[in-house]
């Protein structure tokens, strides 16, 4: 089997939302890389504390979903740059209540970038707390859980308005662009990953 086919569509029951914050658990302890370990016991923390982790209102702050979109030859990846905050991201955000994460990156990632037939590796590959300050918002902490997302080949770039500009860039080129460190280890958990799997699985 084609490594891209252990990648999942939104049709699979595996995605389907959850309110569960130990849903969100699930996929958050599978990440055990050591330079997120901190970040990772901090997210457990959010998860004890927090009436309603996944809630865009929570405070200090909440979980978010986030998606890497590669291309489908997993050489090329897809960066916004975001309206609000006007810097270079990978498409994601908030899970508006849903704990079941991938679902919520695959769907973030389907929204803003207008592709169709995305599919997301059901693991989450990195995990990343940064402060956001939106304009008309308080400043607070988005507790992302990352994944990896594959897009169709010959895939069409749309987009909304959450982004002005969009560019397809080489997954060893990330660190090239105007990202904050985060993005370039997701980036490099993405590069890690697609060699391990290699071409089939």
């Known amino acids: 089997m084609r490594v891209e086919l252990a990648f999942i569509p939104s049709s699979d029951p595996r995605l389907r939302p959850s309110t569960s914050p130990e849903d969100a658990w699930a996929l958050i302890s599978r ?43 997993f050489q090329s990846t897809l960066l916004l740059f975001h309206t609000k905050l006007r810097i270079w991201v990978q498409p994601g955000g908030h899970a508006d209540g849903d704990t079941n994460l991938a ?29 956001v300050r939106p ?40 660190g090239s662009m105007a990202v904050d460190e985060g993005v370039v280890r997701l980036a490099d958990a993405a590069r890690r990953l697609v060699a391990g799997i290699g071409t089939s699985t």
């Open 31 to 73: 990440v055990d890389a050591p330079e997120v370990r901190t970040t990772r016991d901090r997210m457990r923390e959010l998860i004890d504390n927090v009436g309603a982790p996944a809630d865009r209102g929570s405070r200090p702050g909440h979980l978010t979903g986030s998606a890497l979109v590669v291309d489908a030859d």
């Open 103 to 131: 679902g919520v990156a695959l769907r973030e990632a389907t929204e803003e970038t207008g592709i169709e037939g995305l599919k997301v590796w059901p693991t989450p590959i990195d995990l990343d707390i940064h402060e």
């Open 135 to 174: 304009p008309k918002e308080d400043p607070h902490f988005h507790h992302d859980v990352r994944f990896l997302v594959v897009a169709p080949p010959e895939a069409e770039f749309v987009g909304n308005h959450e982004s002005l500009d969009h560019r397809w860039i080489g997954l060893d080129s990330v």
